[in-house]
């Protein structure tokens, strides 16, 4: 049962343009999303974060959108940097879950060409 | 400020020995949670620990255990170790008591059952 789904494997830009990672959720018990950037032999690392009382949530290059009605948020990099390139987890808490519990999607291999 | 230490960053175990894998929270963090990331999946869910207890666990079953100590500190247990145990393991810690912040993770430990 995969609550937090990432449906593309991968994704390839140019370095300048803007760079959009895609993440669907299931259930509606979460109230907190957050964007993880994880790089290889790396713990993740966090990047930006939503919560659900907000549609977007702005930092330098990233922008977090949520449309709660849909289920989904998306991670917007422009521009895109050769050094963005990593997996990008997408992440959900639900208060009610207690803590911190995350659950986390299958990731978004990004990759930034020169 | 340091961050969140994990030890050994490899090890490698023989089919039905125990693994013992250590993780140090950030100073100030009280809650730390254990994520298993085997090949190819996201971030699986484990173990959540907070002021020495266990307070959440995943799907996973009892062999996998552990504990937090009076300084936050936790090891993660795995007992009778199977072949699909080979994953990355990672801790993350966080703040308690105000839900929805950031957890923060360490550079994991990469478990190997031969």
């Known amino acids: 049962d995969q609550q937090v789904k990432q449906n593309s494997p991968s994704l390839s830009v140019q370095e300048g343009r803007i760079s959009i990672l895609n993440c669907d959720y299931t259930?509606?018990?979460?109230?907190?999303f957050l964007w993880y950037k994880k790089y290889p032999a790396e713990g993740p690392t966090f990047l930006i974060s939503?919560?659900?009382?907000?549609d977007k949530n702005e930092d330098g290059r990233f922008t977090v959108f949520l449309n709660k009605s849909a289920k989904h948020l998306s991670l917007h990099i422009v521009p895109s940097q050769p050094g963005d390139s990593a997996v990008y987890f997408c992440a959900a808490s639900a208060i009610t879950g207690g803590g911190n519990k995350l659950t986390f999607g299958t990731g978004t291999q990004l990759k930034v060409e020169l | 400020e340091a961050g969140v230490t994990q030890s050994p960053t490899h090890l490698i175990k023989t089919r039905g020995q125990q693994a013992t894998l250590r993780c140090s929270p950030i100073?100030?963090?009280?809650?730390v949670y254990w994520y298993q990331q085997a090949l190819g999946l996201g971030l699986q869910f484990l173990l959540w620990y907070d002021e020495g207890e266990e307070r959440n666990r995943g799907n996973f079953p009892p062999r996998f255990s552990g504990r937090q100590f009076p300084n936050y500190s936790s090891e993660l247990n795995v007992n009778a170790l199977e072949l699909e145990d080979s994953a990355l393991y990672l801790c993350a810690s966080s703040f308690t008591g105000t839900v929805n912040t950031e957890a923060f993770f360490g550079q994991g430990t990469r478990l190997t059952v031969v």
């Open positions: 259930n509606s018990m979460f109230d907190y």
């Open positions: 939503i919560s659900s009382i907000k």
């Open positions: 100073s100030g963090h009280t809650s």
